[in-house]
């Protein structure tokens, strides 16, 4: 991508694909092996120093993941992407690579649950400490930043809270610190988000969402916009004498990735960039829905704290709009009286599946606090925040008076 194309005001971010394959097969083969040959010793020697750009081994590298990276970097606009086997893969990946022991994760404790667990626990054990505060607060994260700062931190919308922090004011006040600022952005594909712009230095996303196509596959996705100016980190400070702003990547890439071995697999690349060739489409039509959903679930007696912020009445609307145009993808919460009564709706629903994840073409609910919060102890569940009567719903591709029937037949 030239320069002059990635200027924020412009944007353009088509779905061009340079990666051509040997016979030139329109859709990238699946290379499902594990090892790649070479005709000459010295020709596997510059594979191995990372001098030919040629693949060696499938944890590393391979061509069919490769393409799929490559896609992702043109509709981002980011300078490089790793794909991983899982969007948690892409977190713990990520701060493996900058956390260390007496170091510190400035975040929120409104946090999805399995990065919550990461941080609170996996992580702990290891001498890194999660420093919780109130991300809508720039004062208060401010305070929470230190010299042992690794990162701040921040989900672009919180999930289940519907939480938008203001990502551009985060990142100034990590930048003056010499933090970055890591971002969790699963919840608005690209080029509806773009996280450059707002300042976002490094990007994690479970694909497993939106970009799969339709929940065919797990998949995570590390984005680095080198941006950030390495040299002061702790972690990463003495390679970027060398490595300058791809200190992040050269690390994440050369070492990390390889030892944790969670690359993303061929089976799954290929059915991911299927899902990226109908990504804006879906995105716009199951956001549509979820919007009039929204809307119409405020008319439903019975129904409160109807949260989408795609709504002109959410308190996060003009933010949300700056910062993802249109539409804040398709997801939503409502309340309902008590927890008996989210369960009674969910036991009614026909249309609308009882299933956890986001972003299936098939509409989905889940009662939060009782699946992915479940096994968090009664302290910590106070930490995280989530209504007992609470359900959050991921709107899909069905009809909108389908789901409005159902969700009327389930109230009754
Ligand atoms: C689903 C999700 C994850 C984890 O992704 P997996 O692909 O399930 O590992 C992380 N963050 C957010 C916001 C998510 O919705």
Redesign the pocket.
Known sequence: MKEAEKDCSTAILSQRFHLKDAHGSITMPIYAGAAFEFDTAEAMEQAFLGKSGRHTYSRISNPTVEAFEERVKEISGAEHVLAVS????A?SNTFLNIAFAGGNIVTTSHL?G??FSLFYITLRAFGVEVRFCDLLNPAEVDKHIDEKTCAVFA?IIT?PHMEVADLKALSQLAHKKNVPLVA?S??VPWPQFNGRCLGVDIEVA?S??YISGGATS???LILDHQTFDWSKSPRLGELAKTAGKTAFTTKLRGEISRNIGAYMAPQTAHLQSLGLETLSLRFERSSRTCRQLAQFLQTVPGVTDVHYNGLPTDPFYKLSCEQFGEYPGSMLTFALKDQPACFQLMNNLQVIRRATN?YDNKSLIIHPLSTIYGTLSDKLKKLVCVPANMLRLSVGLENFDDLKDDILQGMK
């Open positions: 899982s969007g948690m893969a977190i999805f399995n990065t989900e999930n969790d699963t919840l479970s497993t969402k797990i998949g995570g986001i």
